[in-house]
């Protein structure tokens, strides 16, 4: 059986560049990501590229002593080309209707593809481990999407900066999860 404890990033203030670090807040949102998962058995991180993201699981790597490695395939969904006045509405569009999406944006089903393939090939590379994938809100949604139908539009907006669930995943592709942030 494998683990991921997956992290969604901790709060960042918002700008369009996807460059953008974590807020005051954010980092100390941070530490307490180490806080949690610093007992835990890891043994490999794997963050997005974007900074918010590798930034809010760095505590931990030091901590606990492990190089974090970059997988550009954890980065967040792109909703579309243009900022949404109404991004609630947008981003529920997307989760009504999987196969939808906006100009120039990426489809759910597409992203929870790209995410489960990392999940698949990190299964085979580190087998009875524990991993853990620095992401983002929707991704990290639509993953856990694929063990439980029942994650929707409300779960994503459920999610709080940051936030933690682990997933266990057995040998069969039999997939539980729970949440372990505050």
Known sequence: MVTFYLVRHAHAKWTPDDARPLSEQGFENAKQVANVLQNFPIRAIYSSPERRAFQ?????????G???EIEANLRER???????????????A?????????PGG???????NRGLTIVERLQVKHPNE????STHGNLMSLILQAFDPSVDFSFWN?????????L??????????????M
């Open 78 to 92: 792109k909703l579309g080309d243009e900022v949404f006045e109404d991004f609630l509405g947008a981003v529920e």
């Open 94 to 102: 997307t989760w009504r209707n999987p196969s939808f999406a906006h």
């Open 66 to 68: 492990i190089q974090i």
């Open 106 to 112: 990426e489809a759910s089903v597409d992203a929870q």
């Open 158 to 166: 459920s999610l709080t900066m940051p936030d933690i669930y682990a």
């Open 168 to 181: 266990s995943i057995s040998q069969t592709g039999v997939g539980r999860y729970y949440r372990l942030w």
């Open 130 to 133: 524990a991993v853990v994938l």
């Open 56 to 64: 809010t699981i760095f505590p931990l790597a030091e901590q606990i």
